[in-house]
């Protein structure tokens, strides 16, 4: 463990911990500020950055591999003086490493709606078995975030299951909380996702989707997001790992146990190793999907795709694209959308490859990109766009990046820093309710977890 950490907790920025500083974009970009969130415990490893989400004037940014793979999250609010972190959210039953194995990796899965933050941790341990998983969930009390929480009630899978990874995605929206479950490596089924309805600690299960025609090695549920009404799941692994999408539509009498799947999305140009489904992203009658595999400028250059609602189907509107794409850019290995304005990460897992994120706007019914933003400190191998989230706001956006240096000190190197983005006021309705971060995180959900289980180019690899 590390005994060094409480000193560098003191050592470090005070008790604001934002570094402010310019960013470098034309005069033309919609970009105003930016601040970088770096934890008040910084420490080499943490995966600092590896899930943001964001509500309002709550930003929440977790760190996986805390504690040698614990895993614990850090809550921000604005202030007169800028993002201030206010919290610091672990589990009360938490463990780490033992007998060569990981932790429970709280934090894969990181999502904030109105006053409630949910974390996964897949590889928890319980009655329900091994790595079966578990999902906490903290309710801001009326006096405040307090500067250290544990969970307000953790939940886990209905009738358990070693190995299940219960927790490697989640996203919430208002009072629909949806939980991806893929299993660890070489799951024998294809996964599952949960879908539960409540507020504060009570929440009840109501149903277990499950897709049609899915195998067990198209990672069902390793990325999952919704905004109350209507449920994305991506399964990356489908048709040898073209991938695919499925989408729940919130039926008038609510989420029920016989809710199947209104659409199954694909992309209408997709071949084998596209991961289209990799991220994914939904906003009203908007479902924005990744595919960094997409080879359109060489190998893994990567795309992004837009589906709107037509009546009862949906309908692929375009293909997005970086303005400068060229092979192994992995454009579209997160994505998140809000009303007019979404962001796609460019972020190569395995190397020190392209790392940006590409910010899109919509005039006229079609999506312009408006800026490329690269790390703030050109550091290479930061995994900068690994994770993003467009605020329900459009007043900014947010990405993170797990093995930035949070510092100059050792013990601070590769620790993970998140960037976050003000953007100028765009005139327009007020957008429709939206979760900006989701599974995550648009987080990445499950990434995380093959990465830790030893298939870290899952999809870096053909």
Do not use: C
Not at 144 to 165: F, I, R, S, Y
Not at 317 to 337: C, E, P, R, W
Not at 383 to 392: E, I, M, Y
Request: charged content about 20%; aromatic content about 8%.
């Amino acid at each position: 463990m590390r005994s060094r950490k409480h000193f560098y907790r003191t050592h470090l920025l005070s008790s604001l911990f934002i570094l402010s500083s310019g960013v470098a974009v034309s005069a033309s970009s919609p970009v105003t500020s930016q601040s970088t969130l770096i934890a008040s415990d910084a420490f080499t490893g943490s995966a600092y950055g590896w899930a943001v989400s964001s509500d309002g004037d709550t930003a929440v940014v977790s760190a996986f591999a805390d504690y040698d793979g614990l895993g614990a999250a850090y809550v921000y609010e604005r202030t007169d003086s800028g993002w201030k972190e206010v919290s610091k959210l672990t589990a009360s039953d938490g463990s780490g490493p033992a007998n060569g194995e990981p932790g429970d990796s709280l934090g894969m899965g990181a999502s904030i709606s109105g006053n409630t933050i949910v974390l996964g941790a897949p590889l928890n341990d319980h009655s329900g078995g091994t790595d079966s998983g578990g999902v906490y969930v903290y309710v801001k009390p009326a006096s405040g975030w307090p500067a250290a929480m544990t969970e307000t009630v953790k939940l886990t899978a209905p009738g358990g299951g070693a190995e299940k990874a219960f927790g490697g995605s989640v996203s919430i929206k208002g009072n629909t909380l949806v939980v991806g479950a893929t299993g660890k490596k070489n799951a024998p089924d294809s996964g599952e996702v949960f879908v539960y309805d409540g507020s504060g600690a009570n929440w009840s299960h109501k149903v277990t989707l499950s897709g049609s025609g899915l195998q067990g090695s198209d990672r069902f549920g390793a990325i999952v997001d919704t905004d109350g009404n209507t449920i994305v799941v991506g399964a990356f692994g489908t048709s040898t790992s073209q991938g695919s999408v499925y989408v729940y539509n919130k039926p008038a009498s609510g989420w029920a146990a016989n809710t199947t799947q209104d659409a199954v999305l694909v992309a209408g140009d997709g071949v084998p190793n596209d991961y289209f489904g990799g991220s994914v992203a939904v906003d009203g009658n908007t479902i924005l999907v990744g595919a960094n595999g997409d080879d359109d400028a060489g190998g893994k250059s990567g795309s992004a795709y837009l589906f709107t609602r037509s009546g009862s189907d949906w309908v692929e509107q375009s293909k997005l694209t970086a303005s400068d794409a060229k092979a192994a850019d992995n454009f579209g290995y997160a994505v998140d959308i809000a009303g007019d304005t979404l962001v796609v990460g460019a972020s190569n897992f395995e190397s020190s490859g392209a790392e940006a994120i590409y910010l899109f706007r919509r005039s006229d019914n079609s999506w312009k990109e408006e800026v490329r933003l690269n790390h703030p400190d050109d550091q290479a191998d930061s995994k900068f766009g690994l994770s993003v989230a467009v605020d329900d706001s459009e007043s900014f956006i947010m990405t993170g990046a797990m093995r930035a240096d949070a510092g100059p000190d050792r013990m601070q190197k590769t620790a993970g820093a998140a960037y976050l983005y003000e953007l100028e006021k765009v005139s327009k309705p007020a957008p429709a309710n939206k979760d900006s971060g989701g599974g995550g995180g648009g987080s990445l959900g499950l990434w995380g977890l093959l990465a830790l289980l030893g298939f870290r180019s899952y999809r870096n690899k053909k």
